[in-house]
């Protein structure tokens, strides 16, 4: 069987510009097969987030048993997870039907308008539960001040908090550096003592909606296809870079990506 399988567990993005509908665009448009578990409804477009609608946790659970029973999965990917119980329902799914299966979680924390998306005490059941298992962890620069405790305004600064969450068990840290005041875009990644450093053009656009779980995404779908992880990353950032140099422009506010720039060229 050719490998690819992604099992996505997050939320609903009624915009269709991140979440679980981004996540599918972005694993299908790389050649991935994507299969889900949604762990939130939201009411969103590219300006808000207006509602959230919490799925039982119990039916979270049974969505990830009976894709992991059959279909099964060559990567998990982890999006929203947005309170203690959903964390540790899907910790707890994770272990009974998919141990050894690959994890790459994207720290899904804010929203890019700002609503959000996991609760505040919900943060140390993340950095418990999540870490430990997770093959390759994506923050941003204000998601990693939060899991590590310090502020990070430098690419230095960004290794060092990346160098504390990985004591948390991750074995991987993508720490993306859109949000530091840098010329250029520097994505540094930490496997055990190295650093990879990823320096990417950095794009003037409002249209930047989803670039988080797209960049997991694309993470996952090359870790379900046999890739390692720093080449994962290295065709994920290539990815994401077209993916908004070609955004189609929708919306009032935080735009969407072109997902589907790698088929339609």
Known sequence: MSKGRVLVIAGSDSGGGA??????KTVSALG??????????TAQNTQLVSAIHEVPVGFIKEQIRVVMTDIGAD???????HSIGVIEAVVEAIKAY??????VSDTVMISKGGAKLLATDAIAAFQSHILPISTLITPNIPEAEILSGQKISSPLLAVQAGQKLLKFGATAVLMK??????????????????????????????HTHGTGCAMASACATGIAQGQNICDSVKRAQAYVFKAILTAPGFGKGHGPLNHFHSISD
């Not at 991935?32 to 409804?41: K, V, Y």
């Not at 530091?180 to 496997?191: A, G, M, R, T």
């Open 19 to 24: 979440g679980i509908q981004g996540d599918i």
């Open 32 to 41: 991935g097969f994507a299969t889900t578990a949604i762990t939130a409804l």
């Open 75 to 81: 990567c998990i990917k982890l999006g929203m997870l």
């Open 98 to 103: 998919a141990a050894d299966v690959p994890i």
């Open 177 to 206: 550096g859109g949000h530091l005041d840098n010329e250029k875009i520097i994505d540094q990644l930490l496997i055990d003592d190295e650093v990879h450093v990823f320096e990417g053009q950095r794009i003037k656009s409002r």
